[in-house]
């Protein structure tokens, strides 16, 4: 008798027919409880009875059985990581490359500084650092390069070095100059040197342009001896110091030009 309703074969039922009335009929629980007469309704009884409709079954699993796999039982969306004071301050040390840099103008170091330091999530960062931290493209980065020992100098570019620093008795900073454009380019060793005497020369001059002006203050005076008493001895120790292929660095030197 129950195949004689085809919904009654179709899994659970949400719905019961009702309006079966009727003596006599002998009725039967079918799948998932509903109650099923054993008597076929007449014409007329149809109007009484509520549509069955199942529930969406999911695709049968290994077990080669279906289930409902509601909506609700989805996971919820990851939650956003807050930033740490370690990621702000890495924040604010790249913006302030970057106006080190003249990426960023003064108004908009300050804004983005600002924003940086109240920010909260990654994504608040990331419209602040975007125009100014290069991305990486392709499958991966390559690895960074490590640094290579720096070869020893030769005879002739510790003679330039010392050059550079000696020369600066007659030429002011022409004399470093001219040493940096003749060997600056080829050698690291005698550029460096050549910039470093370079940046004290300018310094020296500066200064004795500055003193000249006003020394009726007496106070430039007082400070221009000290730097005249270095100009005279520094130089020298300088070039033996190249000449022995070492490192040097003036004290207390203004340092425009950068290797």
Request: charged share 20%; glycine share 12%.
């Amino acid at each position: 008798m129950v195949g004689a309703y085809p919904w009654a074969n179709q899994g659970p039922l949400r719905a019961i027919p009702h309006g079966l009335s009727g003596s006599g009929g002998a009725s039967w629980r079918g799948m998932g409880g509903s109650v099923l007469s054993g008597r076929a309704p007449r014409h007329g009884d149809w109007r009484g009875v509520s549509v069955a409709v199942h529930d969406p079954m999911s695709a049968p699993g290994q077990d080669g059985r279906g289930g409902r796999v509601p909506d609700r039982f989805r996971g919820p969306a990851q939650p956003a990581i807050r930033l740490t004071h370690a990621d702000r301050d890495a924040a604010a040390e790249t913006l302030k490359e970057a106006f080190a840099e003249g990426q960023l103008d003064d108004d908009e170091f300050e804004e983005r500084l600002g924003l940086a330091m109240k920010a909260k999530f990654p994504a608040e960062l990331e419209p602040l650092l975007s125009d100014i931290v290069p991305r990486q493209t392709g499958a991966a980065a390559p690895p960074p390069r490590s640094d290579v020992p720096e070869a020893p100098p030769t005879g002739s570019e510790r003679l330039w070095a010392a050059g550079g620093h000696v020369s600066g008795y007659f030429l002011f900073p022409l004399g470093p100059l001219l040493v940096l454009l003749a060997n600056g380019n080829t050698s690291p060793f005698v550029r460096r040197h050549a910039v470093e005497a370079l940046n004290y020369q300018l310094t020296f001059l500066i200064g004795t342009i500055v003193m000249l002006g006003l020394w009726w203050l007496v106070i430039p005076v007082l400070v221009w001896i000290p730097m005249f008493l270095g100009w005279i001895f520094m130089p020298v120790i300088a070039g033996f110091v190249g000449l022995a292929g070492g490192r040097w660095k003036y004290p207390f030197t203004w340092r425009p030009v950068r290797e």
